[in-house]
Every structure is written in C-alpha cells, then in structure tokens.
C-alpha cells in the first residue's frame, strides 16, 4: 500500500516503527518541500496529546467563572456522551438552538472527509441548528469589500486567478503591497502537492521583471531574486496608492477608455482624489508625510506603473487593519485607471505570497470535499465578533447591510480550531468564555482553547485515519492512508459525531449509511466525475487512486486571466455588481446605513497608528510565522527550535533597540492598555525603525490565574490586539492597527514558561 499522506505543509511519504510514526519525508513530486514536515512525528507524539475525554472538575460542581484553570477529571465515552446529550437538550428546550454557538472556525487537518468543524456543523444540523461564524479571520474585511467593487471573491481567494505562466509572459513589473512571504507559500489549506511559489520568482528575475514589495517588513528579502524594498509605515498603504493615482492624472496617463466602458464612479472618485471635493490633493507630498516614502519616490513608482505592463497584488494581511476595505478597493481603482485589469497576466489580485501556490496553473474546479449540508436555524456572527457576542446577548451590529442581534448562548462548541490563537484581544476573550453555560471543545493537543473548556474530546491526527486531501491552489489529490492506531482513546470526528447522532436518533441523516471508506469513495468519485464533466479529465477510479496514492490533474493548456473574459465581452460577461461593471463608487455603500465607508476608496486615518505614537511607543504587526501554521506545531520542530530562551522572537530595528537599551538576546516586556506579554529581541534590518513584528501562533500562556490582566508569558500578540473592527461594514479583525510599549524585562519577570498539563490529567504519556 502506498504511504503518502497529507498535512498542509506539503504530501508527505511516511514510515512507521512500532505503532508510532517514526519518520515524515518530502513527496516526490515536490521540487520546494517545507522543512516543517520534519517536525510531525514529534507532533503526534507530543506529551501534550490530548488522550482521552475529560471534564473540568469546577464544571461539574458548578462553575464556569474559572475556566483556564483547575483540574480536569478523565472519563468514558460514555460519560462524556451522557454530559453533551444533557446539555443540548437542555438548551433546545429552554432556548432552542440559537443557544448553541458552533462556528468553530480554524484550519483543522489536511484532510477533506474528516474536517472537524464540518462534522460538527453537519451533527448540529440534523438537530435543528447552530449559530454559525461567517468570513475568515484572514481576509475578512476582503470578503466583504470585494464582492461589493468585482461581484465576487474570485480576487481574493480559491484556485481561481491570473496564473503565474500568464503573469510571467506579459507583465514587466510586479508589485507586492504587503510584500511576498516565502515561508506563508510553504502553506495550502488541504495540502500541496508541490510548492511552487519560489520557482515562479525566480523564474521572474531570471527574465528581468522587475519586483517591488512595499511593506515595513522585509520578510524573505534574502530568498527573493532581486528587487526594490519600499519601506512604509503600516497601515497607509491606502495613501500611497492615492498619490501614485493622483500622478496618473496629473501626467494625463489614466486609461479613460477602459474606465468608461468597464467601471462605474470613476467620475465621482476623482474629485476626491484631485481635491476639489474636499481641498486635499492626494499628491506626492501629501502620501510622502502619511507613509514615510519619499515624494520623488512615490512619483519614480507612478511613472514605472504607467510606462510598463504591471501586475498588481496586495498580501491579506494588507485588510487585517483599521479601514483595511480601502486598500484593497483603491488596489483594483488604481489597476483599473491603469487600464491593465483582463490584459493576460497583469492588472490585479490578491494573496499572492499569502498561501501556498496562489496563481499556480490548476484547472477551474473545486476540490473534494465533504458538506455540512443546511443550517435550518440560518443564524450568524461575523467571525471576528464572538467575544461580543458572548459578552453582550441582545446587542445589536449592522453588518453589510444586515441587522444582527447577538444571541444569548448557552453552549459553545469548537472543533478543528483555535480561538486563543486567531482571535484579537485574548483578555478580552478570557473574561467572554466564562459566560456560556457549557464550553466543548474537540482536540488533539492541549491549547488553551482545550485548557478554557468543561468538556475535551480527544480527536485524532491526520495520520491515525484515512481520508482524502484536496486544496483549492493545487493539481494534486493525495489518499492519506492511516498510518497508526489512534494514540489513547482518540476518534475521529466522524466517529465522535456518529455515537451522538446515534442517541439523538439522526444517525441516517449524519451518516447516510455509509461507513469511512464508503464515504471517501463516495466523495472521490464525485471530484472524478466532476474532473470528467467539466475538464475532460481522465482521473483513476477510487480503487487505483488509493492504490498509487495520488492523483493528478493537468496543467491547463492556456495560462487563465482575472477577469479576460469580462474585459472579452463585458455584456456577455458582466460582474454581479449592481451596475455589472467594477464599482468604483458602491452604489449599494451609497444606500447602506454604514457611515463610516464612503462610497469611494478613501484614506481615513487609523485610530492606532505612527500618526499618533506617543514619542516611546512602536508599532506592532503581527505577521504569519515562518516556523508553523498559526499555532499548529508550536511547541515542536522547526517552531520550537526558532524560541530564544523558550519564548517567541519579537523583531525590532537597531536603532529602536539601542534607545531602549535591548540587546540582542534579552527578554523584553511588551504592553498597551489591553495586556503585555513577554518575548526575546531579535534585531534585525529587516524591520523598519518605529515597528516590531511579533509573529503569531505561540500558544496563549498566561502567568498565573487565566484572567484580564494577565501578562501571556510565550510571547502571543494577540493580548496586545485591539478588538475596534475594520469598519462596520466587515466588523473584520483589525490586529496590525497596535501601538505598543517596549523595554527590557528585569531578571525578577523571568517566571517559568513551560507548558504542563492541566492538573488530574493521566501521566502515561506517549513518549516524545
């Protein structure tokens, strides 16, 4: 039997000894392996394993004032079954389903049939219902922007993008706000076959393209091929792309052409942008004092733009900002009065850098997959808003032109993710998950999402179940063959989520009558049909696939374009925009009840930015680690051997560090008003004066009680990151609008940072 598997690092070819996983190698087919993979074995094994259900002890005697702290009481399935059964129905039939919170948003395993949060959804479907999350913590406020200006997502995310072929042949300069993280590519949702991303840029400086990254982190400079680091002060991108605009005017160089023919409000935007509307020319010298750039850089960049085929492409970090709408809306205005959008391989898109082989050559279809089939109950949040919700029942947000009541719940179930990763503000978050009822939480490890919940399903690896991987960015189907016995008494969720239907009589709904190997034949066979429909693809039947181990789709023939054919035939092929063109000015902003977005891309000035830094404090972003996944192998691997004296690395420039008297090496206290954490300098050129990069995913460790206040002692940003939205629009997370405080720690605010585990948990542990 083939041993390829798939995590989302990259397939991997796996060997075992003794019932454990002994060793993870690179897919043969992968020219650009992650080195992550390396750490999987420790992962499994890792004496953090969750192993079997287990119950907080206060819980049982009453109180959910203290979750995150106290013993944990180890049980039965059945104890543990018996628990949740009384729960539910108590909930259902004191307040119906709206009482039950399940939008469990993370990334999970690899794995398309055994996607925790989908089993959850589709178990609490067949029961009546859930309140459900809605966007993704990544490019939330793109979400909601995009479909508004383009009519959809296609921009923004999926496998559906202008490929790199395409850019490579026709494009002369690439531009990369938010700049190009190499080690973000060595990352897909599903899994990659093969990481591509740097090859494609290498390929790009071999024929002479010019690249541009505008970011105030130089992240992967040293891997890139040659190109232009434009440092700039975070969160003003929006006004550099005013003024590189402005000169596009002022030079006679907008295509009025295509802005007729395929916008609408282009008329209504440039008097912003010239200043007759409101007496500020959004020139060079005005950008120049916003973002820190030069004005005759600023104009040296407008001039490239408008004299050469360009592609351009804003990271999702770039809308995870105060107003973080807006540069992506002034990123497709600017592309548009370039007139370069639908030209084969230039204009515009997004998250190029973000993921693993975005804009590799893949044919238009989706992925296998599993449903969670339909909410009856139709209930949501935005994602973003789940400590709100917890913390105000009966509040109310208008959200994209919508009402939304906040419901008062009872019971919050998360599987497959981890809130005390993603979520902004954690003190905050701390004090909204004392106030449900009952807080379940299926997991593999003992973050402190598992440590901040009653009741903790151990749930298998990606590795001790077979499944079906599949990602939206990449040609290659992996069958991930179970390689061990599940460690403990570990399930899948298919089988936790089987014995409950089971007692809530849903079992044929949930199950349909079919068995796990039912189910993946099931689900490939349809991605093959689909595959033969759409693209005249000849996949292997199940029983060959599984046996191989892999399967392939082709590379297309013709390099695919944004937007071709809408620029082709825009009355054939309209965008579903109210207008069918790209909105420039938002006829549906225009008649919302969302005062704080005007119609137009603007510049609006972030609450918490340089602009107004009092004189000590730094500006912290809080990119994607290079070392793990958010906070997936955190405490093993590459991530684990990348922690200076244990805890996560805090980038800052030399010349901050010297005035506060930091080394290279030391301890430092990190603070605002809404927490501090502690982490260890690591001084670097790559980050620009006035900013600190502290990436995200060390796991939440607070010192002491788990309480506000509380000062994380593993260096998570996210005690640090305000929970002001984006805009009211998006209600999306806004965690790189931060100032904060930094100096060296005293030698006394050195405490112990290890990880043990809750108290009452066994001590047959699996060997590390």
Not at 249 to 263: G, I
Not at 434 to 462: C, G, M, Q, S
Not at 503 to 530: C, K, S
């Amino acid at each position: 039997m083939a041993d390829v598997s798939a995590t989302h690092w990259g397939f991997v070819h796996v060997a075992t000894r003794d019932g454990r996983v002994d060793s993870t190698d690179p897919f043969v087919r992968d020219r650009n392996p992650s080195p992550l993979i390396a750490g999987l074995p420790e992962a499994i094994h890792a004496p953090t394993r969750v192993l079997r259900p287990a119950i907080r002890k206060a819980w049982l005697e009453g109180d959910r004032e203290n979750r995150g702290e106290g013993a944990f009481i180890e049980v039965d399935w059945q104890t543990a079954y018996d628990h949740i059964e009384r729960e539910l129905r108590a909930t259902i039939s004191n307040k119906g389903n709206e009482g039950i919170f399940a939008g469990s948003y993370g990334w999970g395993s690899a794995g398309r049939f055994h996607h925790a949060s989908t089993h959850l959804k589709r178990f609490l479907n067949t029961i009546g219902g859930f309140v459900d999350q809605r966007q993704t913590y990544s490019f939330a406020a793109g979400q909601t922007i995009c479909p508004h200006v383009v009519g959809d997502n296609r921009i923004l995310f999926g496998g559906e993008t202008t490929e790199w072929p395409a850019i490579l042949d026709n494009a002369r300069v690439i531009v990369f706000f938010g700049g190009i993280n190499l080690s973000n590519a060595q990352i897909a949702a599903g899994g990659p076959g093969n990481h591509a991303t740097a090859d494609w840029l290498t390929e790009a400086g071999r024929r002479g393209i010019e690249i541009i990254c505008v970011s105030p982190v130089h992240d992967s400079g040293e891997r890139l091929p040659a190109h232009e680091w434009l440092q700039i002060c975070p969160g003003t991108d929006t006004a550099l792309m005013l003024a590189i605009a402005y000169e596009l005017v002022r030079t006679c160089r907008v295509d009025n052409a295509f802005l007729d023919r395929f916008c609408s409000g282009y008329a209504a935007f440039e008097p912003y942008l010239t200043g007759k509307s409101d007496g500020v020319r959004k020139d060079a010298d005005w950008a120049s004092g916003i973002t820190g750039i030069p004005a005759a850089t600023i104009r040296k960049l407008a001039a490239k733009l408008s004299d050469n085929p360009v592609f351009l492409t804003a990271s999702w970090s770039l809308q995870r900002q105060e107003n973080g709408e807006q540069p992506l809306w002034m990123l497709i205005t600017l592309a548009a009065m370039l007139g370069e959008i639908g030209l084969p391989g230039r204009g515009v898109s997004f998250g190029y850098g973000s993921m693993g082989n975005r804009g590799d050559p893949r044919p238009a279809i989706s992925s296998p997959g599993f449903k969670a089939g339909q909410n009856p109950l139709g209930r949501f949040i935005p994602v973003a808003r789940a400590a709100d919700m917890l913390l105000d029942p009966g509040g109310k947000i208008h959200f994209d032109g919508e009402d939304l009541v906040y419901p008062d719940i009872d019971i919050v179930w998360w599987a497959g993710g981890n809130p005390f990763h993603h979520h902004q503000d954690l003190n905050r978050l701390v004090e909204a998950f004392r106030k449900p009822r009952t807080v379940i939480v299926n997991e593999i490890w003992w973050t402190a999402t598992a440590r901040h919940a009653d009741i903790v399903l151990p749930a298998t690896t990606a590795f001790e179940r077979n499944d079906i991987s599949g990602s939206p960015t990449d040609r290659f189907t992996a069958a991930m063959h179970k390689q061990i016995e599940p460690l403990g008494d570990a399930r899948s969720e298919f089988d936790i989520f089987s014995g409950l239907a089971q007692r809530f009589g849903t079992i044929e709904a949930y199950g349909e009558n079919r068995d796990e190997m039912g189910w993946l034949e099931h689900i490939y066979e349809d991605y093959r049909f689909r595959a033969l429909e759409t693209l005249g693809a000849v996949l292997p039947a199940f029983a060959a696939f599984w046996e191989r181990g892999y399967a392939e789709l082709p590379i297309p023939e013709q390099a695919y374009t944004l937007f071709a054919d809408f620029r082709g035939n825009p009355t054939k092929n309209p965008l579903k925009t109210p207008s069918g063109k790209i909105e420039i000015w938002s006829s549906f902003i225009a008649n919302s009840r969302h005062e704080d977005v005007h119609p137009h891309p603007r510049w609006v000035e972030p609450r918490e930015w340089l602009g107004k830094a009092e004189a000590a404090q730094l500006h912290m972003v809080s990119p994607q680690p290079a070392s793990r996944l958010h906070g997936q192998l955190d405490g093993v691997g590459v991530s684990k051997r990348s922690k200076i004296k244990g805890r996560e690395p805090v980038r800052l420039n030399p010349e901050d560090a010297e005035g506060r008297g930091i080394r290279d090496g030391d301890t430092v206290r990190i603070w605002n008003e809404r927490g501090e954490c502690l982490a260890t300098a690591a001084l670097t050129e790559h980050v620009m004066p006035g900013v600190i990069a502290l990436a995200t995913g060390a796991w939440y460790n607070p010192e002491g009680r788990s309480r506000k206040g509380s000062r994380d002692l593993h260096g998570n940003p996210n005690v640090l990151t305000s929970n002001v939205p984006t805009s009211t629009l998006s209600h999306a997370p806004a965690q790189h609008s931060a100032l904060v405080f930094v100096e060296k720690a005293a030698k006394s605010a050195y405490p112990d940072i290890h990880q043990k585990l809750p108290d009452g948990i066994g001590r047959e542990r699996p060997e590390t």
